[in-house]
């Protein structure tokens, strides 16, 4: 049986992803407006690393290196690069 505690977290945690994949289409349509589409994807991918490595540097997690790093370098370039191009 789950916790209140785990329960509440839980639908925490779902609001917070409904909220800001919502937020995403409405961000995207109105950086279209001003920006080139290109740009407007730089920008929210370059702020959304920033936040990724903020978040890693607050929990003191290792950064990749050698092999690891590589494979990270080559699933992020065909996995979300190019499934975003070719989207």
């Known amino acids: 049986m ?50 990724l490595l903020l978040l890693v540097r607050a929990q003191r997690l290792p950064l990749p290196r050698g092999r690891g790093l590589l494979g990270t370098l080559l699933y992020g370039a065909l996995g979300f690069g190019a499934a975003y191009a070719f989207g």
Request: proline fraction near 4%; charged fraction near 15%.
């Open 2 to 51: 789950e916790s209140p505690r785990a329960r509440r977290f839980a639908l925490l945690a779902f609001s917070v992803v409904v909220l800001v994949g919502g937020m995403n289409f409405v961000a995207v349509r109105f950086s279209n407006r001003e920006l080139a589409p290109f740009w407007g994807a730089a920008l929210r991918f370059a702020a959304a690393a920033l936040l």
